[in-house]
């Protein structure tokens, strides 16, 4: 993947240890968004509760980080390339686009929709309209399921912005609803799987526009994204645990419909196409 190509984002905030950070008081989400877990731990964002913690701060650096950090300059290449991929789609429909905020931390950072840690991994918070993330989540990720490749990390950075188009442009609203009435929303055809799936869904169709703007994909780099879509699947992490697969207590969808639904938005480059609520078969 060539993402050099890319507009690096001005929209990092890189509050990880040796940054001059402050705070700023941020409001926590009741129901924000939470992970797929691993072993118990979370390790992939979707819509659940934070863990919590006494502070509720934001911790948002205002150093400008060094420019040998190539993992940073890969995120923010990332960051920005989503930016400018979603500005285009939303005004070709008259909306403005409003971009989110990528905070990196390390160790743990008090969120505002909680507390995080390092082994969280990636999330949305709507609160602030921020995405959270430990870099180190890559090198988990690499050492425990093999998802290598900058194109499968830049598929788990734009499906947490796939979040955030989400709510932005109201298309997410039934699963929202359904938190906001407490009704049940895990399950296998649950409105958690199909939000997530939905924001795989979104993750292709940047990547569709992506290629067509920069023609930057490499032999290999599609199936690094798909790799990383299967692996995450609730079936697949469950099988990783050794546990028996039990579809009632899916969050985030089967391997198949991972890599399926990011396929769509690749295919199409439309996000019409990521239907996910009306879908008869996810």
């Not at 180190?136 to 998802?147: K, L, P």
């Not at 906001?180 to 055809?189: F, H, I, L």
């Not at 699947?233 to 645990?241: K, S």
């Amino acid at each position: 993947m060539l993402w050099n190509k890319a507009r690096r984002s001005d929209n990092v905030n890189d509050t990880r240890e040796g940054k001059d950070a402050r705070t700023l008081t941020g409001k926590k989400l009741g129901a924000g968004l939470a992970a797929a877990a691993l072993t118990g731990v979370a390790l992939y964002s979707s819509y659940n509760t934070a863990p919590q913690a006494p502070a509720a701060e934001d911790y948002i650096s205002q150093e400008i980080a060094p420019v040998d950090d190539p993992q940073l300059k890969f995120i923010e290449s990332i960051l920005g390339d989503t930016e400018d991929t979603w500005e285009q789609v939303f005004a070709s429909t008259g909306q403005h686009y409003p971009a989110p905020t990528l905070t990196l931390f390390s160790d743990g950072i008090a969120s505002g929709c909680g507390f995080a840690s390092a082994s969280s991994g990636p999330f949305y918070c709507p609160t602030n309209q921020n995405i959270y993330m430990d870099p180190a989540f890559f090198e988990q990720m690499a050492e425990r399921f093999s998802v290598v490749g900058d194109f499968a990390q830049a598929y788990i950075l734009a499906h947490e912005v796939g979040h955030h188009v989400q709510i932005a442009l109201g298309i997410s609203a039934p699963f929202e609803s359904a938190l906001s009435a407490r009704q049940p929303v895990t399950g296998d055809s649950g409105l958690e799987v199909r939000v997530e799936l939905q924001a795989d869904c979104l993750a292709g169709v940047w990547a569709h526009h992506a290629q067509q703007r920069h023609a930057w994909l490499e032999p290999g780099d599609i199936d690094e994204a798909l790799n990383a879509a299967s692996v995450l699947g609730d079936d697949a992490l469950q099988r990783a645990r050794n546990q028996t697969v039990r579809p009632e207590t899916f969050s985030h969808g089967t391997s198949h419909q991972r890599s399926a639904w990011f396929s769509a938005g690749f295919d199409s480059g439309r996000v019409e196409a990521c239907d996910t609520f009306n879908a008869a078969q996810l």
